[in-house]
């Protein structure tokens, strides 16, 4: 039996988007605020929180594809208590 390794935000949407996870992660959005990692991804945001679990709320979010048996999610719009 193979072991399966987590995989973090940052590496899910990554794969997503056929770029490298460091790239991702460079774009990371106020750390530590949410929940979970959120990153700007040109005019969007995206999240990829682990598998059963919600994004943050405030934010617009849209499913947008998944990534190792995760859903990642993107949103237009920054939440309006921020």
Request: proline share 9%; hydrophobic share 25%; aromatic share 12%.
């Amino acid at each position: 039996m193979t072991a399966r390794r987590n995989r973090s935000a940052a590496e899910c949407i990554g794969f997503r988007l056929g770029w490298d996870m460091r790239d991702v992660s460079e774009n990371r959005y106020q750390a530590g605020k949410q929940k979970y990692p959120v990153y700007t991804i040109g005019d969007e945001y995206m999240c990829c929180p682990p598998k059963g679990q919600t994004p943050p709320k405030g934010w617009d979010w849209k499913p947008d594809g998944e990534a190792y048996e995760r859903v990642i999610y993107s949103a237009s719009s920054k939440p309006t208590d921020d």
